[in-house]
């Protein structure tokens, strides 16, 4: 079990490109989560799938955000036109809803819009 | 909004004694809570969670503690120890076990002085 991964680690792009992060989830895990984090606050709720469907979705996730998990393993999330209000720690976490609950984190991309 | 409430963005404690972390909130339809860990440059880690049908829960040196009438909960650790230096994240629920996305505090950073 190698835990949660995320790549890349840190990401800095100017405003106006597009970004695109990708999150391994532990292998058995069926749920997968996306979450932002700026300074000074708590991880935010951005949308989840479970397997391949996408099941909920923030009112933070606007237009210019995607995210998608086509084989129901990886998830990639993209970010269209980046502004510097993207700017923050994007986390990734899994679980498995056939038993404890609890969401298991990935260490973050750490997204710098310049 | 917020509807998971840390009000205390910072806590020092003395190694060996009782930290205490507070955590209130506003949203009845929570039934499940949680209490992450977070190191710098790491995801949050899972500490320990309580069920709403439950007042306390116990795992080792952590205790977590809920009133549900009051909208609060307590993590308790005892004894404190260095290692536990890090920032406290709550977490809330309205789904069974927290399968949902998760609605977090801005975080506690505790402090353990040697």
Redesign the interface.
């Known amino acids: 079990d190698t835990g949660v991964s995320q790549d890349p680690r840190h990401k800095i792009t100017k405003r106006g490109q597009n970004v695109t992060f990708r999150c391994d989830p532990i292998s058995e895990h069926n749920r997968l989560y996306w979450y932002r984090q700026t300074l000074g606050q708590g991880p935010e709720f951005l949308t989840y799938f479970q397997n391949e469907a996408q099941l909920e979705k923030s009112r933070l996730l606007s237009d210019r955000f995607s995210a998608e998990r086509p084989k129901g393993s990886f998830s990639t999330l993209e970010i269209q036109r980046t502004e510097q209000g993207d700017s923050a720690m994007y986390l990734c976490a899994s679980s498995f809803t056939g038993g404890r609950y609890e969401q298991f984190f990935g260490p973050g991309t750490r997204l710098t819009v310049l | 909004d917020q509807q998971?409430k840390q009000n205390s963005p910072s806590l020092s404690v003395q190694e060996g004694r009782i930290s205490i972390l507070n955590c209130d909130y506003t949203n009845s339809m929570f039934d499940?809570f949680?209490w992450?860990k977070k190191y710098p440059?790491?995801?949050?880690?899972?500490l320990i969670?309580i069920s709403s049908i439950k007042d306390k829960n116990e795992d080792g040196r952590f205790t977590v503690f809920l009133n549900k009438s009051a909208k609060h909960l307590s993590l308790h650790i005892v004894p404190s120890q260095p290692g536990d230096s890090a920032v406290y994240?709550c977490?809330a629920s309205a789904s069974?076990?927290?399968?949902?996305?998760?609605?977090?505090?801005?975080?506690t950073h505790l402090i353990i002085q040697p």
């Open positions: 998971v499940y949680l992450y440059a790491e995801g949050p880690t899972f969670s994240f977490a069974e076990g927290g399968a949902d996305g998760l609605t977090f505090g801005k975080g």
